[in-house]
């Protein structure tokens, strides 16, 4: 039996978080969960009594920022818990808010079929100037940008003088940069691969920005596993980690998704969504429920 490894990125929402377990609770699926440490009121115990079939690990806690590199520190210590746990034949990324849009047998055999495809999202050929930036200049404040006003003038300030003063910390890589979504769907041998360039990762990426959306894709593209790539357009349209998002005009974050986004999910070929809100959204989270054939969690 080929076992899969779900890693749950999460920073609240615990009542989604057991809708989103019970949804992946399959003896097939191990679950692994960092909490952010910044979430108060959370119990382990709440969420791993929502899974009555797959194995549930806890992750100890880190303050994850948005944006530093701390995010990409959490995508390293989830794929290494459950690279040490297991040999899984896939490891998914996906947050809390996110919601299968397939049955769990429908799910293994997509993946058995796809074996040693890996499903990473690209949104471009080419970095473009702006996230360019994110990697060439060091990001020295990222980390405290959210703890108030002065921190982010220390940040545009910061890079300022290193845009005046011609700064490219990249200046003498040989890699081709990518960037694209953070939620993927990787075999064990990209898994394994990934890991065993911790520290150069660290080099290039800590102090950077959002980079989240670039040090996976920078990885694949680069390496033997480009050729494995599930799509090679490296445009967002052809869904390559087979996750659908609604990004709304002027929004920093998904929108919350309603039920013709499911459809469209659904007609695009994905087999995640995101993001889902219990209230808000339930017309979606229902549907998208219907479509695993678990009516049996829609929220009374």
Avoid at 113 to 140: M, W
Avoid at 176 to 188: L, N, P, Q, R
Wanted: proline share 2%.
């Amino acid at each position: 039996m080929k076992k899969h490894a779900y890693m749950i990125m999460a920073h609240g929402g615990f009542e989604m978080l057991r809708l989103l377990v019970s949804a992946l609770d399959d003896d097939r699926n191990d679950i692994f969960i960092h909490m952010d440490k910044k979430a108060a009121g959370f119990e382990e115990g709440d969420i791993s009594s929502a899974a009555h079939a797959s194995g549930v690990f806890f992750l100890p806690r880190i303050s994850v920022q948005w944006g530093g590199y701390s995010q990409i520190d959490c995508m390293l210590r989830l794929l290494d818990a459950a690279s040490e746990k297991g040999d899984y034949a896939y490891l998914h990324l996906v947050s809390g808010t996110d919601m299968p849009l397939k049955s769990q047998d429908e799910l293994h055999e997509y993946f058995d079929e796809k074996q040693g495809t890996e499903f990473i999202e690209f949104s471009a050929p080419r970095v473009d100037e702006n996230t360019r930036c994110r990697f060439s200049l060091y990001h020295f404040f990222m980390e405290w940008k959210s703890k108030g006003p002065r921190w982010k003038r220390l940040e545009d300030k910061s890079l300022e003088i290193q845009m005046r003063l011609g700064v490219n910390r990249a200046a003498d890589s040989r890699l081709h940069f990518m960037k694209g979504a953070t939620w993927f769907s990787v075999t064990g041998n990209f898994a394994r691969f990934l890991l065993a360039q911790r520290g150069e990762l660290r080099r290039l990426y800590r102090l950077t920005n959002c980079c989240d959306e670039v040090f996976i894709q920078t990885a694949a593209y680069n390496s033997e596993f480009k050729d494995r790539l599930f799509d090679k357009s490296f445009t967002a349209e052809g869904f390559g980690n087979l996750r659908y998002t609604r990004w709304d005009e002027g929004l920093n974050s998904p929108a919350v998704l309603e039920e013709d986004d499911i459809e469209k999910a659904i007609e695009c070929g994905c087999l995640f969504a995101r993001k889902f809100d219990l209230e808000s959204g339930l017309g979606a989270l229902r549907l998208a429920l219907k479509t695993q054939g678990r009516e049996d969690l829609l929220p009374r």
